[in-house]
């Protein structure tokens, strides 16, 4: 099994940054791409981000593009989603999410089978 936990949530104010980590443990080896989900309080969980298994492409939602960045460290077993220009939209729970089935940087719930607890972020107006 494998196991993601997710940190670096938090309070920040609009146009503020934050870092949020997604550490692996259990059977890395199997994991390929991972991605960034968020959700908003009764709303569905939507795409944020992706990565590909040798970390050369990735993929963004439209909302997010030029603002956010996902990154991978496989000697670290973590990957990362840099935030920055956060706006009040951007508030919810981010997860973090890897497949054993894909490679690529793909953008689908279904295409994830390992999923974290969550990490709350607020971006305050």
């Known amino acids: 099994q494998v196991q993601l936990v997710e940190s670096g949530g938090g309070l920040v104010q609009t146009g503020g940054s934050l870092r949020l980590s997604c550490a692996a443990s259990g059977r890395t080896f199997s994991i390929y791409a991972k991605g960034w989900f968020r959700q908003a309080p009764g709303q569905e969980r939507e795409f944020v981000a992706s990565i590909d298994w040798s970390g050369s492409r990735t993929n963004y939602a439209d909302s997010v593009k030029g603002r956010f960045t996902i990154s991978r460290d496989d000697a670290k077993n973590t990957v990362y989603l840099q935030m920055n220009s956060l706006k009040p939209e951007d508030t919810g729970v981010y997860y973090c999410?890897?497949?054993?089935?894909?490679?690529?940087?793909?953008?689908?719930?279904?295409?994830?089978?390992?999923w974290g607890q969550g990490t709350q972020v607020t971006v305050s107006s």
């Open positions: 999410a890897g497949s054993s089935r894909y490679q690529g940087a793909r953008f689908g719930r279904a295409d994830y089978d390992y």
